[in-house]
C-alpha cells in the first residue's frame, strides 16, 4: 500500500506561481512511477507531470516550459513547481503512483489539491 498526501493548492492570479507537495509513505520501494494529473470541472483527468518507471520525465504539452516537477528521495516527496499559472490551469491536482508487487500493478491517488487561477 501507498499513501499520498497532497497539499500547496490556493487561490492566484494569473501569472502567479505555487508549489505542490505530494507526500508519500508506505511501500515506497514498490514505486515505480510518479507523477500529478489534474482535473477541471467537466473534463476528465489528465496527466500533468510525471517521472517514469524508465526515470525519464513527461509534461503535458500545455504546462512545458512552466511547470516543473522533482522529487527528494530524503523527504519522502514529489513537488510540482508550477509558474506564469493561467486560467485554463484551474483544477484539482491529484499526485498519482504506480507501484507493483510482483506481476501485480496498482495505482494510487492522493486526495487532491484545489489550484485556482483568476484572471
Known amino acids: 500500500q501507498v499513501q499520498l498526501v497532497e497539499s500547496g493548492g490556493d487561490l492566484v492570479q494569473r501569472g502567479g506561481s505555487l508549489r505542490l507537495s505530494c507526500a508519500v509513505s508506505?511501500?515506497?520501494?514498490?514505486?515505480?512511477?510518479m507523477g500529478w494529473y489534474r482535473q477541471a470541472p467537466g473534463k476528465q483527468r489528465e496527466l500533468v507531470a510525471a517521472?517514469?518507471?524508465?526515470?525519464?520525465?513527461n509534461y503535458a504539452d500545455s504546462v512545458k516550459g512552466r511547470f516543473t516537477i522533482s522529487r527528494d528521495s530524503a523527504k519522502n516527496a514529489v513537488y510540482l513547481q508550477m509558474n506564469s499559472l493561467e486560467p485554463e490551469d484551474t483544477a484539482v491536482y491529484y499526485c498519482?503512483?504506480?507501484?507493483?508487487?510482483?506481476?501485480?500493478?496498482?495505482?494510487?491517488w492522493g486526495q487532491g489539491t484545489q489550484v485556482t487561477v483568476s484572471s
Open positions: 517521472f517514469t518507471r524508465t526515470g525519464n520525465t
Open positions: 498519482h503512483a504506480g507501484a507493483g508487487y510482483g506481476a501485480a500493478e496498482y495505482d494510487y
Open positions: 508506505g511501500s515506497i520501494s514498490s514505486i515505480y512511477a
